[in-house]
């Protein structure tokens, strides 16, 4: 794997800033994953039943934790999202290389989490174009997907817009051989910059 894993970049452009999470975002991503009108949007597929609704400060502390033990098992890198404007974290994005034994082996598998305000396709569009080219370097990979359900208008928008495809592969879990659908992929050099 490459060295995102031992220093995580920084990426942003003039609206948003992505850095690697750190236990001062607690405050402002409690207001993200207590947010019940985002949780429908986050990807909790084959996460051992957790479904990233973090309604308490300890809970979003033990979450934090917890993606902070997985960079260093070089399981996943996780960004928090920055409004440059309010300064606030808005949001997160998680990115790994999957290995696996169905047809999304050796992908990069993206989770994009925002505060319900920001989940619009202009914002979603501004998102992808800072994180998904890097990504096929950070994570060699040629192909990267991402979880868009059917009730997801503004992200389905905003991932089409971008260049991503939905698939009808679904994808196994690695621990409950789970089936799980709505996944959209973009292979490298395809987006369309159509944002």
Same mark, same amino acid.
């Given at each position: 794997m490459s060295n995102v894993y031992e220093e995580?970049?920084?990426l942003e452009n003039d609206r948003f800033l992505l850095r690697f999470v #750190? &236990?001062?975002?607690? #405050?402002?991503?409690?207001k993200v994953y207590s947010d019940k009108n985002a949780l429908p949007? @986050?990807?909790?597929?084959?996460?051992?039943?957790?479904n990233f609704y973090y309604? #308490?400060?300890?809970?979003?502390?033990?979450?934090?934790?917890?993606?902070?033990?997985?960079?260093? &098992?070089? @399981?996943?890198?996780?960004?928090?999202?920055?409004?440059k404007k309010t300064e606030e974290a808005i949001g997160t994005i998680e990115l790994f290389h999957r290995t696996a034994e169905d047809d999304f082996n050796h992908v990069g598998v993206l989770?994009?989490?925002?505060?319900?305000?920001?989940?619009?396709?202009?914002?979603?569009?501004e998102l992808l174009s800072i994180i998904i080219l890097p990504?096929?370097?950070l994570f060699e990979c040629t192909e990267i997907i991402s979880k868009v359900p059917v009730y997801a208008i503004e992200r389905m928008d905003a991932f089409s817009k971008y260049g991503f495809e939905k698939s009808e592969t679904l994808l196994e879990g690695t621990m409950d051989h789970y089936l799980y659908k709505d996944y959209w992929k973009i292979i490298k050099g395809k987006q369309w910059k159509n944002f």
């Open positions: 995580c970049p920084v #750190t &236990q001062e975002d607690a #405050t402002d991503l409690l949007f @986050f990807n909790s597929d084959n996460c051992h039943g957790d309604p #308490t400060k300890e809970k979003m502390d033990k979450a934090i934790d917890f993606w902070l033990y997985s960079y260093n &098992q070089k @399981f996943f890198v996780r960004w928090t999202i920055i409004d989770r994009l989490d925002v505060r319900s305000d920001y989940e619009k396709a202009e914002t979603i569009n990504s096929y370097d």
